[in-house]
């Protein structure tokens, strides 16, 4: 029986241990290193589970949107001789402009989807179509 990753799982059912997973993917594909934690395992896990949630707590922010945030300082992150990779705690306290610009960009995306959604009445139609024929 083969073991459920975050690669199977769509980002929404996604857990503290599934971004653990996909950082430290990401880290031994782009960097060839380790995922470290940001100071402890326990302070990292503290961390991802105050802001995407638990099974019995409400996250502060949206799992796609963390995800989106965590890709962007992997995409713009140049590893030094001293830090070769980058921990989500380091991300979470020293790049917050970043989340808060990718926040905007997200919720403003979300925005136009719902508005995209809307469908127009019937009478809204009628309405358009009368100004068009005047």
């Known amino acids: 029986?083969?073991?459920i990753t975050y690669v199977d799982k769509d980002i929404d059912d996604?857990?503290?241990n599934d971004f653990l997973a996909y950082m430290s993917d990401e880290h031994k594909q782009?960097?060839?290193c380790d995922y470290q934690p940001f100071g402890s395992w326990a302070q990292e896990r503290g961390l991802l589970a105050n802001l995407?949630?638990?099974?019995?707590?409400?996250g502060k922010y949206a799992k796609e949107l963390l995800k989106g945030f965590i890709d962007y300082c992997f995409k713009t992150y140049v590893?030094?001789?001293?830090?070769k990779g980058i921990s989500f705690g380091f991300m979470w306290?020293?790049?917050?402009?970043l989340f808060q610009t990718i926040e905007v960009r997200y919720n403003r995306r979300k925005q136009d989807k719902t508005i995209s959604n809307v469908k127009p009445t019937n009478s809204e139609l009628?309405?358009?179509a009368?100004?068009?024929?005047?």
């Open 52 to 58: 995407i949630g638990t099974k019995n707590k409400q």
């Open 126 to 128: 009628n309405e358009i």
């Open 14 to 16: 996604w857990n503290v």
């Open 79 to 83: 590893p030094t001789s001293e830090y």
């Open 1 to 3: 029986m083969s073991k």
């Open 130 to 134: 009368d100004w068009f024929g005047s």
């Open 30 to 32: 782009r960097f060839n």
């Open 93 to 97: 306290t020293y790049k917050k402009s």
